[in-house]
């Protein structure tokens, strides 16, 4: 039996055994990724799509996904990758590739535009392995990385990973413990401690989709933007955050679209406190 030190589950995992994220496995007694080099989507994006409006603005970065998360989002928009029955399938046709096959390929597409790799798609901290050699060899190359992701990891995974990143956006889905953990079976604590730990390390904006019926409500994103306003970048800055607007998907298809209005209306509350307040998918 060994246990997973990344995220707050520590799944105990005998021999042979997935973890819950599916992406990492028990193999000679070590918890590893499973997922190492699989990847199940590639494109070149512009840096604005991960959202980041505030780093490299205009470039495109070389973007990554494996498959396999550690939440349980029922709404994911990226449910074939992240945590369905297709999304465990998905491992089976993933194409394998090398840190030094992926650096390789940034670099050539650096005349397009490129800055370098952005990990994400799927919940890339589950593989971090991966993201640590692949970044430590972009780096050594010139290029620069990114990092999407849900937060869902203990710092010393962050501790790993941070000489070699250079910008993240992290999910901060809502700012309550009951959404966290009812509906999207997570931990917002971990998440919390995580992105204040990442704004000491790397340029970091935040993201929040608002969900109606579940965090839409204005004295919550009150409060949040409130704990957001405390963050400070490395350079003194405010960290900048990101309202987004859902449409219902995958599980989650007894509501409608979020209003524009609630999300343009809750950007305004946000910006009692914030100085960057951006709205999404409006
Ligand atoms: S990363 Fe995956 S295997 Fe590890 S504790 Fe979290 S859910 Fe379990």
Not at 2 to 7: F, I, L, N, W
Not at 50 to 61: A, D, I, M, Q, S
Not at 212 to 240: C, F, H, I, Y
Not at 265 to 278: D, F, G, N, S
Request: aromatic share 8%.
């Amino acid at each position: 039996m060994a246990k997973c030190g990344v995220c707050f589950r520590h799944c105990e995992l005998r021999e042979g055994e997935t973890g819950f994220c599916g992406g990492r496995t028990c193999r000679e007694g070590v918890v590893r990724a499973a997922n190492y080099g699989l990847v199940t989507s590639l494109a070149l994006d512009p840096v604005e799509k991960k959202p980041l409006n505030r780093f490299c603005p205009g470039k495109l970065v070389l973007s990554v996904g494996s498959y396999g998360c550690n939440l349980r989002c029922p709404f994911c928009q990226n449910h074939e990758i992240s945590w369905s029955a297709k999304a465990m399938r998905s491992a089976l046709s993933a194409e394998r590739i090398t840190p030094e096959e992926l650096t390789a390929l940034a670099l050539e597409y650096k005349s397009r535009g490129n800055i370098g790799l952005a990990f994400t798609y799927n919940e890339p901290l589950i593989g971090w392995e991966f993201v640590r050699d692949a970044a430590k060899l972009a780096h050594e190359a010139g290029l620069k990385n990114v990092l999407v992701t849900n937060g869902t990891a203990e710092l010393a995974i962050l501790a790993e990973l941070a000489p070699y990143i250079d910008a993240m956006n992290i999910d901060l889905k809502g700012f309550t413990d009951r959404y966290y953990s009812k509906v999207l079976s997570g931990d917002r604590q971990q998440v919390m401690a995580f992105i204040e730990a990442a704004v000491k390390t790397c340029h970091v904006e935040l993201t929040t989709l608002i969900v109606p019926g579940e965090n839409d409500g204005v004295e919550e994103m009150r409060r949040l933007a409130q704990w957001v306003s405390r963050l400070k970048t490395r350079d003194g800055e405010g960290v900048a955050l990101h309202i987004s607007r859902f449409f219902p998907r995958f599980r989650m298809r007894d509501r409608a679209a979020t209003e524009v209005g609630t999300v343009y209306r809750l950007a305004e509350v946000a910006r009692e406190a914030l100085e960057y307040v951006y709205t999404g998918n409006c």
